[in-house]
Protein backbone atom coordinates (compact mmCIF):
# COMPACT_ATOMS: atom_id res chain seq x y z
CA UNK A 1 0.00 0.00 0.00
CA UNK A 2 2.98 2.01 0.70
CA UNK A 3 4.21 2.12 -2.37
CA UNK A 4 0.65 2.61 -4.77
CA UNK A 5 0.35 5.97 -2.10
CA UNK A 6 3.54 7.17 -3.10
CA UNK A 7 2.93 6.67 -6.84
CA UNK A 8 -0.56 7.04 -6.90
CA UNK A 9 -0.74 4.44 -9.59
CA UNK A 10 1.78 2.22 -11.27
CA UNK A 11 2.47 -1.00 -13.27
CA UNK A 12 3.69 -3.97 -12.29
CA UNK A 13 7.27 -3.05 -12.70
CA UNK A 14 6.92 0.52 -11.42
CA UNK A 15 6.45 -1.26 -8.25
CA UNK A 16 8.90 -3.90 -8.49
CA UNK A 17 11.32 -1.00 -9.49
CA UNK A 18 10.73 0.55 -5.95
CA UNK A 19 11.13 -2.38 -4.06
CA UNK A 20 14.66 -2.39 -1.87
CA UNK A 21 16.47 -5.83 -2.47
CA UNK A 22 16.48 -8.56 -2.49
CA UNK A 23 13.20 -7.99 -4.43
CA UNK A 24 10.48 -10.57 -4.19
CA UNK A 25 9.13 -12.46 -6.82
CA UNK A 26 6.45 -10.90 -9.04
CA UNK A 27 4.41 -13.44 -8.47
CA UNK A 28 4.20 -12.48 -4.42
CA UNK A 29 3.79 -8.87 -5.35
CA UNK A 30 1.22 -10.12 -7.58
CA UNK A 31 -0.50 -12.36 -4.95
CA UNK A 32 -0.58 -9.38 -2.44
CA UNK A 33 -2.06 -7.29 -5.08
CA UNK A 34 -4.89 -9.81 -5.56
CA UNK A 35 -5.46 -9.76 -1.46
CA UNK A 36 -5.33 -6.05 -1.74
CA UNK A 37 -8.07 -6.32 -4.39
CA UNK A 38 -10.11 -8.50 -2.32
CA UNK A 39 -10.23 -6.37 0.51
CA UNK A 40 -11.30 -3.04 -1.34
CA UNK A 41 -7.76 -1.56 -0.94
CA UNK A 42 -6.93 -1.69 -4.65
CA UNK A 43 -8.43 -1.87 -8.17
CA UNK A 44 -6.80 -1.52 -11.46
CA UNK A 45 -7.01 -0.52 -15.22
CA UNK A 46 -6.33 -2.86 -18.13
CA UNK A 47 -4.40 -1.34 -20.83
CA UNK A 48 -3.93 -4.84 -23.05
CA UNK A 49 -2.20 -7.26 -21.12
CA UNK A 50 -0.74 -4.90 -18.41
CA UNK A 51 -2.97 -3.57 -15.08
CA UNK A 52 -2.53 -0.34 -13.83
CA UNK A 53 -2.80 -0.32 -10.05
CA UNK A 54 -3.79 2.32 -7.85
CA UNK A 55 -5.27 2.53 -4.19
CA UNK A 56 -9.06 3.08 -3.45
CA UNK A 57 -8.30 3.81 -0.11
CA UNK A 58 -6.05 7.58 1.74
CA UNK A 59 -3.99 6.41 4.02
CA UNK A 60 -5.56 8.35 6.44
CA UNK A 61 -8.21 6.27 5.95
CA UNK A 62 -6.42 3.09 6.40
CA UNK A 63 -4.51 4.29 9.13
CA UNK A 64 -7.45 5.20 11.11
CA UNK A 65 -9.18 1.96 10.83
CA UNK A 66 -6.06 -0.15 11.81
CA UNK A 67 -5.46 2.37 14.75
CA UNK A 68 -9.65 2.12 16.14
CA UNK A 69 -9.37 -1.56 15.70
CA UNK A 70 -6.14 -1.56 17.76
CA UNK A 71 -8.04 0.39 20.42
CA UNK A 72 -10.81 -1.99 20.21
CA UNK A 73 -8.58 -5.08 20.35
CA UNK A 74 -6.12 -4.05 22.53
CA UNK A 75 -7.00 -1.22 24.96
CA UNK A 76 -11.06 -2.55 26.04
CA UNK A 77 -12.29 0.27 23.20
CA UNK A 78 -10.82 2.71 25.63
CA UNK A 79 -8.76 5.52 23.51
CA UNK A 80 -8.25 7.05 27.55
CA UNK A 81 -6.04 3.90 27.84
CA UNK A 82 -4.38 3.75 24.39
CA UNK A 83 -3.27 7.10 25.53
CA UNK A 84 -2.24 6.58 28.58
CA UNK A 85 -0.28 3.26 27.10
CA UNK A 86 1.41 5.58 24.58
CA UNK A 87 2.37 8.35 27.23
CA UNK A 88 3.85 6.04 29.48
CA UNK A 89 5.27 3.39 27.61
CA UNK A 90 6.87 4.97 24.89
CA UNK A 91 10.29 7.15 25.03
CA UNK A 92 8.58 10.71 24.21
CA UNK A 93 10.52 13.44 24.64
CA UNK A 94 9.13 16.48 26.86
CA UNK A 95 9.09 18.72 23.95
CA UNK A 96 6.80 15.65 21.77
CA UNK A 97 4.33 15.20 25.41
CA UNK A 98 3.71 18.95 24.99
CA UNK A 99 2.96 19.14 21.31
CA UNK A 100 0.75 15.83 21.65
CA UNK A 101 -1.02 18.11 24.42
CA UNK A 102 -1.06 21.04 22.17
CA UNK A 103 -3.03 19.08 19.64
CA UNK A 104 -5.40 17.60 22.35
CA UNK A 105 -5.94 20.93 23.69
CA UNK A 106 -6.84 22.22 20.06
CA UNK A 107 -9.23 19.36 19.69
CA UNK A 108 -10.71 20.08 22.80
CA UNK A 109 -11.25 24.09 22.03
CA UNK A 110 -12.25 22.93 18.23
CA UNK A 111 -15.27 20.62 19.78
CA UNK A 112 -16.11 23.58 22.71
CA UNK A 113 -17.01 26.04 19.30
CA UNK A 114 -18.81 23.67 17.60
CA UNK A 115 -21.08 23.64 20.54
Not at 18 to 39: F, N, Y
Amino acid sequence: MKLLWKLEKAFMRDLLNEVPDPKPAPTTVVTLLKRMIDKGFVSYRLYGNSREYYPLIRKADYFSDHVNGLIKDFFNNSPVQFASFFANETDLTKEQLQEMRDIVNKKIESKTRGK
